[in-house]
């Protein structure tokens, strides 16, 4: 399975956010300098995440992004189907709701590989499901990931 860049860079955004920012809002340009990540693209990818609940938006100067809840309640599993639509490894194991107008396989419901990768689905979403935003941010401080200081905010005596 390969996770597409809008989830993998997704979550990097939403550590960042979490990591940096906590409950404040943060500008897109501030997660892209410290990322690498175009803003284009991050404005595309938190879309998603807006429509799943995973971000709110703030307007005006002070404004932008935040976490639509606390990091230790968005998990890993809900960034990755918010970005990806699924976690499926292939399509044979999808419900069958979910499938749509995809051919169903001459073997479905007869094929052993297809126990394998439906095992594997299920171990893979248990992990995922088990990671939150808070865990990324309880591992880079493990790691001395250095917090980069809000240099938005202004004091004047």
Same mark, same amino acid.
């Given at each position: 399975?390969?996770?597409?860049?809008?989830?993998?860079?997704?979550?990097? !955004?939403?550590?960042?956010?979490?990591?940096?920012?906590?409950?404040?809002?943060?500008?897109?340009?501030?997660?892209?300098?410290?990322?690498?990540?175009?803003?284009?693209?991050?404005?595309?990818?938190?879309?998603?995440?807006?429509?799943?609940?995973?971000?709110?938006?703030?307007?005006?100067?002070?404004?932008?992004?935040?976490?639509?809840?606390?990091?230790?309640?968005?998990?890993?599993?809900?960034?990755?189907?918010?970005?990806?639509?699924?976690?499926?490894?292939?399509?044979?194991?999808?419900?069958?709701? !979910?499938?749509?107008?995809?051919?169903?396989? !001459?073997?479905?419901?007869?094929?052993?590989?297809?126990?394998?990768?439906?095992?594997?689905?299920?171990?893979?979403?248990?992990?995922?499901?088990?990671?939150?935003?808070?865990?990324?941010?309880?591992?880079?401080?493990?790691?001395?990931?250095?917090?980069? !200081?809000?240099?938005?905010?202004?004091?004047?005596?």
């Amino acid at each position: 399975m390969r996770l597409s860049t809008k989830s993998r860079y997704g979550l990097r !955004a939403l550590f960042d956010m979490a990591y940096n920012a906590g409950n404040q809002p943060i500008q897109v340009k501030d997660i892209s300098r410290r990322q690498g990540i175009s803003p284009r693209y991050l404005e595309q990818i938190f879309q998603a995440f807006k429509k799943a609940g995973i971000l709110e938006s703030k307007k005006g100067p002070l404004g932008g992004y935040l976490l639509a809840r606390q990091p230790d309640r968005i998990t890993v599993r809900e960034v990755i189907e918010a970005a990806e639509g699924d976690i499926l490894l292939v399509d044979c194991t999808a419900p069958k709701a !979910a499938r749509g107008s995809k051919k169903l396989c !001459a073997l479905s419901g007869r094929c052993v590989t297809q126990t394998v990768w439906q095992e594997a689905a299920d171990l893979l979403s248990a992990y995922y499901q088990s990671m939150t935003l808070q865990t990324l941010c309880d591992r880079a401080a493990a790691m001395g990931v250095t917090r980069e !200081a809000d240099q938005h905010l202004m004091f004047y005596i």
